[in-house]
């Protein structure tokens, strides 16, 4: 393998987090079960754009369904 190939190879790799590391991350993190060591390796290396999109995304969606349940609870009662 010659030297310009591996570093082909290794900055294809070095592209980003994939989807399902992000969304581990983001739940991790929400809840608060997030280590220290996969803190510092989300955030030294990769852009932080697809976790701040990912964490509105999921605020979004937590608030949504706690409304939907309220509005649930009280048209019920």
């Known amino acids: 393998m010659t030297e310009q190939s591996r570093n082909e190879n290794s900055s294809s790799r070095r592209k980003g987090p994939g989807v399902l ?37 999921f605020t979004f969606g937590f608030i949504g369904v706690l409304a939907l349940i309220v509005q649930l609870v009280l048209s019920s009662g």
């Open 21 to 57: 590391k992000v969304l581990q991350s983001v739940l991790a993190g929400a809840f608060g079960v997030q280590s220290g060591k996969r803190h510092e390796e989300d955030f030294s290396s990769h852009s932080p754009v697809p976790y701040i999109v990912a964490g509105l995304l």
